[in-house]
Structures are given as structure tokens and as C-alpha cells.
């Protein structure tokens, strides 16, 4: 079974800086990668999927890599805004789709 | 173009009640995935519809069961409510299966008292 771990489960940055969430799974064998943003009590709003084939996805201040072979992927936040605070969520993609326990992450202005 | 909807969105039930959540997928998708989230965790996968089947089911009970219509909109039932039932029930849709991109709605908040 994919186990799915997010460090840390919680950051708190000042506005402005730069800042990597991780992602671990266990099984190498994903179809895709992909993180979302959930603010409280809100859905998922999906940010950046990385196919397996893929090494990197960007998408304005976000960039997400995917190293299969370590069973890692990264989220990197550049230039870190207090709209950015939400909760970041990384799921992997199998013959189900397995999702991390998130990285609450406070952005104070 | 619409995103994934769900209705309702706060529910409150008691123990032994059946409840049926509903949702409808993104225009253009054929897939619906269910996931509930309890409160502090990530969202769990209950099931899968494609082609108004059930195609991948995760570890939850007989007492969740789903249906896909002809349009692709989704039910998802639950039988015999359990305190541990109260949670956030997500819907997820995607073109043809998991490996593309989903995309979730907003959720049922649903308590069991």
C-alpha cells in the first residue's frame, strides 16, 4: 500500500521568503504526482500535477519536482505572500489516488 | 464552465440514519472519486466511478456504497451512520481515470450526532 508522508506538518515563515514543502511516498510505481492548496473547511484547489515521465512543473511563484526513483517531490514557494497561507497537500497517483496528511503553512506579513 | 459541484453542503444526521451526498463532475469529465477527510488528516479514498461503474474502491466499509449516472453526476450513499462518519466528503473528477489531473469541489460537511 502507498504511504504518502508530508514534512513538516507545519511552517511558519515571514513574508517574502522563499520556502520548500516536501513530499515522500513508498511505492515508486505513480502514475502522477500532484499538490493542492486547502484553505479551512474549503475543497482541494489543485496546484501542479507532474507526470511520471516528468521531472518538474511550474506554474508562476510555484515549482514542483518529482524524483521517482527516491520516492520524493518537492514544492517550492518563491517570494512567500500571507495569501499563500493554507494548508499544501501532495497525493500520488496509483491505482488509487493517496494523499499526504498536508504542510499547514502561515505566511505573517 | 462549471467546476465539480456538491450538495448539499452541511449536513447533520443521527447515528443509525442513511444520508446521500451528490455530486457533479466538471464539464467534460467522466470520472467521479470520492474521498472523505476527517478533521487535522488528507482525504482518504472511498471509491471510484467510471462508465457508471464502480472501478477502484478503497478501504471502506460495505456501508458506503456510490452510482454514476448516464451524465456522470454522482451519488454517494452511506448506510447505518457511525459517530465516526462525521467528516468532509469530497468529490473529485478527471477525464478517464486517475491519471489526470482531478479536480474536487467543495465538499459536504457532515456531522453524526
Known amino acids: 500500500k502507498q504511504e504518502v508522508t508530508q514534512i513538516p506538518a507545519a511552517l511558519s515563515v515571514p513574508e517574502g521568503e522563499n520556502l520548500v514543502l516536501n513530499c515522500s511516498f513508498t511505492?515508486?510505481?505513480?502514475?502522477?504526482l500532484q499538490w493542492f492548496r486547502q484553505d479551512p473547511g474549503k475543497g482541494l484547489t489543485s496546484l501542479l500535477l507532474?507526470?511520471?515521465?516528468?521531472r518538474e512543473q511550474t506554474s508562476g511563484r510555484l515549482n514542483a519536482s518529482l524524483d521517482k526513483s527516491s520516492g520524493r517531490s518537492t514544492l517550492y514557494i518563491a517570494a512567500s505572500q500571507p495569501g499563500d497561507s493554507a494548508t499544501y497537500l501532495c497525493?500520488?497517483?496509483?491505482?488509487?489516488?493517496?494523499f499526504g496528511t498536508g504542510t499547514s503553512l502561515t505566511v505573517i506579513p | 464552465d462549471a467546476g465539480v459541484t456538491q450538495s448539499p453542503t452541511h449536513l447533520i444526521k443521527t447515528r443509525g440514519q442513511q444520508v446521500t451526498l451528490r455530486c457533479s463532475p466538471k464539464?467534460?469529465?467522466?470520472?467521479v472519486s470520492w474521498y472523505q477527510q476527517a478533521l487535522g488528516q488528507g482525504p482518504q479514498f472511498i471509491f471510484q466511478?467510471?462508465?457508471?461503474?464502480?472501478?477502484q474502491r478503497g478501504n471502506f466499509p460495505d456501508r458506503f456504497s456510490g452510482h454514476q449516472f448516464p451524465n456522470y453526476s454522482s451519488e454517494l450513499n452511506v448506510n447505518a451512520l457511525l459517530l465516526g462518519d462525521s467528516a468532509l466528503y469530497l468529490c473529485?473528477?478527471?477525464?478517464?481515470?486517475?491519471?489526470?489531473?482531478?479536480?474536487f469541489g467543495p465538499g459536504t460537511r457532515l456531522t453524526v450526532t
Open positions: 473529485a473528477s478527471s477525464l478517464s481515470g486517475t491519471r489526470s489531473r482531478q479536480y
Open positions: 511505492d515508486s510505481a505513480i502514475y502522477n
Open positions: 507532474i507526470q511520471s515521465s516528468q
Open positions: 497525493a500520488g497517483t496509483g491505482n488509487q489516488f493517496y
Open positions: 464539464s467534460g469529465h467522466d470520472t
Open positions: 466511478y467510471y462508465e457508471e461503474e464502480e472501478r
